[in-house]
T-cell receptor, first 110, second 115 residues
Framework: GQQLNQSPQSMFIQEGEDVSMNCTSS?????WLWYKQDPGEGPVLLIA?????ELTSNGRLTAQFGITRKDSFLNISASIPSDVGIYFC??????????FGKGTKLSVKP | EAQVTQNPRYLITVTGKKLTVTCSQN?????MSWYRQDPGLGLRQIYY???????DKGDVPEGYKVSRKEKRNFPLILESPSPNQTSLYFC??????????????FGPGTRLTVL
């Protein structure tokens, strides 16, 4: 079946540093989504991307929809302790049917 | 408040004892889904439903059943739970359509342990 390869698997950074993570697939997606999951909670949508090449920001977060439609990137600028969590990419296979990456666990040292 | 609710939040049971995890949403969403989350495997879709009485298998449907008799509810049924179904389960809902309304809203999760 379709798979999303998300990297890195985990990151341990200093507060104030920028963060980059990415997601790749052998399949084309028409929608890419980025979620964050805090401990003990369900994933919460951060950014949705609907067009190849699209660059979208949400505060300190910026995500890009790769031009090939097979990848997406998420950047976090000037990280703060509350950025800690697991970040998931997801591709929309069909309406209501999402496939998720395995997540990037982010730890931020104050 | 717009939300997806799941019950119970925590459940410990024994092999073979039928159980149901309920999911309800108050946003009038057409689409609802169930996922399981396991360490190192991320979120995997179990079943999804596009509307009342319309359901389809996700990536890992074996050992699970669902029903969608009403738009707001989408229970997950384990007829004969086994230890490999020990996991964290999430319900999610969304509107259809290729716009910003296509995003899924997740419930708080149900942690299931099958002994």
């Amino acid at each position: 079946g379709q798979q999303l390869n998300q990297s890195p698997q985990s990151m341990f950074i200093q507060e104030g540093e920028d963060v980059s993570m990415n997601c790749t697939s052998s399949s084309i997606f028409n929608t890419w989504l980025w979620y964050k999951q805090d401990p003990g909670e369900g994933p919460v949508l951060l950014i949705a991307l609907y067009k190849a090449g699209e660059l979208t920001s949400n505060g300190r977060l910026t995500a890009q929809f790769g031009i090939t439609r097979k990848d997406s990137f998420l950047n976090i600028s000037a990280s703060i302790p509350s950025d800690v969590g697991i970040y998931f990419c997801a591709g929309l296979v069909s309406q209501g049917n999402l496939i998720f990456g395995k997540g990037t666990k982010l730890s931020v040292k104050p | 408040e717009a939300q997806v609710t799941q019950n119970p939040r925590y459940l410990i049971t024994v092999t073979g004892k039928k159980l149901t995890v309920t999911c309800s949403q108050n946003m009038n969403h057409e689409y609802m889904s169930w996922y399981r989350q396991d360490p190192g495997l991320g979120l995997r879709q179990i079943y999804y439903s596009m509307n009342v009485e319309v359901t389809d298998k996700g990536d890992v449907p074996e050992g699970y059943k669902v029903s969608r008799k009403e738009k707001r509810n989408f229970p997950l049924i384990l007829e004969s739970p086994s230890p490999n179904q020990t996991s964290l389960y999430f319900c999610a809902s969304s509107f259809p359509g290729g716009t910003s309304t296509d995003t899924q809203y997740f419930g708080p999760g149900t942690r299931l342990t099958v002994l």
